[in-house]
């Protein structure tokens, strides 16, 4: 027995130190690092968080429902001087393109009752199915956005999340994300009505960016299959709305900013993998939802109330949705 002990434990010692010396790391290693910091805001962002969770009204799936499909749409707030988020408006009036049941387009304004959050649930029918719809806007905030749109994944379940926002750098394309990478710009956010945050990502060196999650995956790939999307979505857009385009990014980031920011972490708990965010205030891990379609689509840098251009955009995310219904290669 002694000598079974001893021959474990010389076996122990050696893979260690090969994994040393090869740079490996294993998973558990991995994971014990996984987290975000907000250094002075990590307390408030928590707080924060635990408000959203607290209200009455989410989205939900109670497991009896007769849907065919879920499908869940985000979007931010207003940030800068964007007082109309493209994203947000598309996600709550999606439903009311199909269902006409609503004349005028709703404003997605979250007031300080909402805590950084509103959500919107309906049913609509592509193709002859059931869909259900959470539709969730959410304050541009680091981690909260990210940590928002989870818990709401976690109740609804959805088989798809189109998460969106809009591209500074591009006027007339809008783009079917490829890829997260895990770095953050040590930029603020912006609060619920626009304002500018205090809540900014920090490193621990003075010479690297942060890290989305300290020793997570370098890149986190959509889960979604690009190339349908692009088939299915390029000739609406094309058509509708002339002198605008639609792309994959392939090689291509979608930034530093909050969308990585949200893209990489909902990704990243899709899989399955523990998150501590603000710190170490925030401990999530989803789980069920690995089969979960996930990406994220950048809408051109456009802001203003336009109910046709709202309903144009809606006609894409429906053509989207139908693109990735039965499909599961990921490209």
């Known amino acids: 027995m002694i000598g079974c002990k001893y021959t474990l434990l010389r076996h122990a010692l050696l893979i260690a130190v090969l994994a040393t010396l090869c740079g490996c790391r ?44 879920r499908v869940m749409l985000t979007g931010f707030g207003p940030f800068s001087d964007i007082e109309f988020n493209t994203s947000s408006l598309v996600a709550m009036n999606f439903a009311d393109r ?52 989870l818990h709401e994944a976690q109740l609804f379940r959805p088989n798809l999340i189109i ?16 890829h997260a990478v895990n770095v953050a710009v040590p930029s603020h956010g912006y609060e619920a009505d626009g304002s500018q945050s205090s809540v900014t990502p920090v490193s621990g060196s003075q010479t690297s960016e942060p890290e989305i999650l300290k020793g997570g995956p370098a890149v986190l790939k959509m889960t ?4 349908k999307l692009l088939e299915a979505t390029q000739s609406i857009i094309r058509k ?28 990243a708990g899709l899989q399955g993998l523990p998150l ?32 046709q251009e709202v309903h144009i955009w809606s006609d894409v995310l429906k053509a989207a949705i139908r693109s990735q219904m039965n499909q599961t290669s990921v490209d």
């Open 163 to 178: 998460m969106a926002g809009m591209d500074g750098s591009q006027h007339e394309m809008g783009t079917w994300e490829h």
């Open 98 to 149: 199909f269902n006409q049941s609503q004349s005028d387009l709703l404003s997605p304004i979250i007031s300080k009752d909402d805590a950084d959050g509103i959500t919107r649930q309906d049913v609509v029918t592509i193709d002859g199915l059931r869909v259900e719809v959470c539709a969730v806007s959410a304050s541009v905030i680091w981690d909260l956005a990210a940590a928002i749109y």
């Open 224 to 227: 979604w299959n690009a190339t």
């Open 26 to 69: 294993s998973t558990a290693a991995i994971r014990s690092k996984v987290l975000t910091d907000l250094g002075a805001d990590n307390d408030a962002v928590a707080s924060r968080f635990e408000a959203y969770k607290g209200k009455k009204k989410h989205c939900h799936f109670d497991g009896r429902s007769k849907s065919d499909y």
């Open 276 to 307: 501590v965010l603000a710190g170490d205030r925030i401990k999530m891990q989803v789980s069920g939802l690995g089969l979960t379609k996930a990406g994220f689509f950048h809408y051109p840098w456009i802001s203003k109330q336009d109910l």
């Open 240 to 267: 509708e709305m002339p002198g605008f385009d639609v792309r994959t990014s392939d090689e291509e980031t979608p930034g530093k900013y909050l969308c990585n920011n949200v893209s990489y972490l909902v990704l």
